[in-house]
């Protein structure tokens, strides 16, 4: 089965298992795009990489499919405003797989997952990433000045 035939059979289970998953990625065009690494939304579309679904499991493709699906339902692309992509990204991510765990949903290896933002906004996660980056940044300058002494 070819990736495009996977997301399409992975679609339609949505609509028979999960309709709330379902009826929205029915919402959301998709399209093929291998210049992407996984799969990204820009809130119309759902973007994937053909060779990467190719090596998910069935479960996994369901999972990444809600992923992608619950970005939009919970406004991620129009509540960025002027934040940092990529933090802006990690924070919505930690924010969704909380519950799409918590709803037995299968995510492919390396979804952001920490417990400690079970419930959070992406708003609320995203301002603990950069405190901790920002501290993180503080630490080498500080391991920095220590090693030219």
């Known amino acids: 089965m070819t990736a495009a035939q996977q997301v399409a059979a992975s679609r339609t289970a949505l609509v028979l298992d999960q309709p709330f998953f379902g009826s ?5 065009k998709v ?7 996984t799969a990204w939304t820009d809130g ?11 090596t998910l499991s069935s479960p996994q493709l369901l999972g990444l499919l809600c992923h992608e699906v619950l970005h939009v ?14 933090r802006w990204n990690r924070a919505a991510d930690y924010a969704i797989n ?15 997952i920490d417990p400690q933002y079970a419930g959070q ?5 995203y301002a603990r990433l950069l405190d901790e980056d ?9 391991e920095q ?3 030219g002494e």
Do not use: K, M
């Open 98 to 112: 909380n519950i799409l765990t918590g709803c037995g949903f299968d995510l492919p290896e390396g979804g952001l």
């Open 24 to 28: 929205l990625s029915l919402r959301l």
């Open 134 to 142: 920002q501290q993180d940044q503080q630490d080498q300058q500080g």
């Open 145 to 147: 000045g220590q090693q």
């Open 121 to 125: 906004s992406a708003e609320y996660i």
């Open 31 to 37: 399209t093929e795009d291998a210049t992407c690494d």
């Open 44 to 54: 119309q579309s759902i973007g994937y990489n053909p060779q990467y679904v190719e």
């Open 73 to 86: 339902a919970n406004g991620h692309p129009w509540r960025r405003g002027n934040r940092d992509q990529v």
